[in-house]
């Protein structure tokens, strides 16, 4: 590594650590000619190999950046920490790359995003549905709603599955 105090060749590793979730290496050189310390960051280079394929058919290189500011604005003024958007941008972009090796359809992409924010947020959710699926009109929103309220039904009564079963247990049935 080129030193960048005096431009040498001619340094040595004093410390290396991963950083960032172990996406990057974090390295502490020091040069041998002139002592001084610097830090260099090593990170697997990222190839824009995935394309996505558009509603239109046209064909755009993946960019993450667009899937976060889709969240943002779905988000809004919403209490939902900044990292969770991310770790949500961070499991979406993941699931694509291990499914698709060289295209992905923009519809697939929607379809992660929509799940993972109906279990993040439902506000957001229905923010990003109405964009995403083109409500044409109020019925298509109450539609929706009332599928999001059916889901959350059916999760919160399962309990009551295993509260029966106790119950019966207790009773020796």
């Known amino acids: 590594m080129i030193c960048p105090f005096c ?6 590793v004093i410390d290396s650590r991963s ?6 290496v974090r390295r502490r050189r020091q040069c041998e ?4 310390r610097f830090t260099t960051y090593e990170r697997v280079e990222e190839t824009n190999r995935l394309v996505v394929v558009k509603r239109d058919g046209t064909r755009a290189p ?6 976060l500011k889709g969240v943002q ?8 920490a ?10 979406v972009e993941e699931e694509i790359h291990k499914v698709y090796d060289r295209e992905v359809d923009s ?5 992660l995003v929509a ?18 699926y083109q409500f044409r009109n109020v019925g298509d929103i109450l539609n929706q709603l009332e599928e999001l309220n059916t889901r959350v039904k059916d999760v919160r009564e399962q309990g009551k599955l295993f509260e029966d079963g106790e119950a019966a247990k207790r009773k020796g049935r």
């Open 73 to 80: 604005s779905a988000c809004g003024k919403r209490a939902i």
């Open 7 to 12: 431009g040498r060749d001619h340094d040595r």
């Open 62 to 67: 993946f960019n993450r950046e667009n899937i």
């Open 19 to 24: 950083s960032d979730g172990g996406h990057v």
């Open 82 to 91: 900044e990292a969770a958007k991310t770790r949500l941008v961070d499991e």
């Open 115 to 132: 799940s993972k924010l109906r279990d993040l947020d439902e506000i957001a959710y229905v923010r990003f549905a109405s964009e995403y």
């Open 107 to 111: 519809r697939r992409i929607g379809e």
């Open 33 to 36: 000619e002139c002592s001084k």
